[in-house]
């Protein structure tokens, strides 16, 4: 059975996956795929707060932050 943290790191890669795929594919809905970025990063961003991994930290709040700037350009 899944618990609290797992779903959560279960969530952020599927949430991944769907970016990516929405994105790279081109299928007019790159915008839902920025928000399944962020999503995910954000997701992997409170694993790595909980498990106090700091260089995970850096990372995913790094790439929420562009994936937020990605979404931002995007819908301009």
Do not use: C, H, P
């Not at 769907?18 to 994105?23: C, E, F, K």
């Amino acid at each position: 059975m899944l618990n609290g943290g797992n779903m959560i790191k279960w969530f952020g890669t599927i949430a991944g996956i769907i970016g990516a795929i929405l994105v790279a594919g081109n299928f007019g809905w790159q915008w839902v795929g920025y928000v399944a970025f962020l999503s995910g990063s954000l997701a992997w961003f409170k694993v790595s707060i909980a498990g106090k991994d700091e260089a995970g930290m850096v990372q995913w709040a790094f790439f929420s932050a562009v994936n937020l700037w990605g979404f931002i350009n995007y819908v301009r």
